[in-house]
C-alpha cells in the first residue's frame, strides 16, 4: 500500500543506524542511504520533547538540493530521566552511570522524524515512557562487556538482553524505543 503510494519518489533515508534501516525495509519500500555529517547541537533553552524535533530538522538541513521526486527521512532519538538528556555515553563509564540513573525508574523516549522533498518538509515526534527494573552491578557489567551500547541514547538498546531482562513494562511504541516509530513514519509518508 505505501509502495503503491510512494511508486512516483525515491525514498532517501539519512541514516547509519542499521536498526532504523532495518525498520524501514519491514515497512515494504525501496530506499537509499544518504549521509552527511552534521554538528548535532541544540540550544539549551529548548524543553526536552523540542531536542529530537530540532534535531531530526537539523539534520535534514544540509540536504539542499533534492530532486523532485525525493523525499528525504532524518531522525533523532533522545532518553529523557528527571528532564534530562541522556545521550550517547562517550566511554564505559559513562555508560554505566546512565544505566544506574535508569534502574529502578521509569523515563521516555522521543523519536522524532522529519520528512523533506523539494516543496516542504514536515516533523513529528512520538513519546514511549519506558519502565527498568533495579539493575544489579553485575547486569550492568555485563551488558557493557558484552553488547557495547555507545551508539545508542541512554546506553541500551530495548531489543538487546538489558531490554529483555530489564525492562518490565513500556507505555507506547516498542518500535520508537528502538528508534524509528514506524506506524508514525507511514502515517506521515501516507500524508505527505
Known amino acids: 500500500m505505501l509502495a503503491e503510494k ?9 541514516s547509519a ?23 548535532e547541537t541544540y540550544p539549551k533553552d529548548l524543553k526536552s520533547v523540542e531536542v529530537p524535533d530540532y534535531l ?28 534530562k538528556i541522556l545521550g550517547k555515553p562517550q566511554n564505559k ?22 520528512l523533506k522533498s523539494s516543496e516542504k518538509i514536515v516533523v513529528s515526534h512520538e513519546v514511549t515512557k519506558v519502565y527498568f527494573k533495579k539493575l544489579s552491578e553485575a547486569e550492568i557489567e555485563y551488558y557493557l562487556n ?4 555507545y551508539d545508542k541514547a541512554g546506553a541500551y ?16 511504541s516498542y518500535f520508537n524505543v ?3 516509530p514506524v506506524h508514525l513514519l507511514y502515517e506521515m509518508l501516507m500524508n505527505f
Open 17 to 39: 543506524s542499521p536498526r532504523r534501516q532495518e525498520l524501514l525495509k519491514s515497512l515494504g519500500v525501496n530506499f537509499e542511504i544518504r549521509l552527511k555529517s552534521v554538528k
Open 56 to 83: 531530526a530538522k537539523l539534520k535534514a538541513s544540509v540536504f539542499t538540493n533534492l530532486e523532485s521526486d525525493e523525499i528525504l527521512i532524518t531522525g533523532d532519538t533522545v532518553v529523557v530521566l528527571d528532564d
Open 93 to 114: 563509564a559513562e555508560a554505566a552511570e546512565m544505566l544506574r540513573a535508569l534502574s529502578e525508574k521509569s523515563h521516555k523516549v522521543i523519536s522524532s522524524i522529519c
Open 6 to 14: 510512494l511508486h512516483k519518489h525515491r525514498l532517501i533515508l539519512a
Open 178 to 180: 528502538v528508534g524509528l
Open 157 to 172: 538498546g530495548i531489543q538487546e538482553w538489558i531490554g529483555q531482562i530489564g525492562i518490565h513494562k513500556i507505555e507506547g
Open 146 to 149: 558484552n553488547f557495547k551500547p
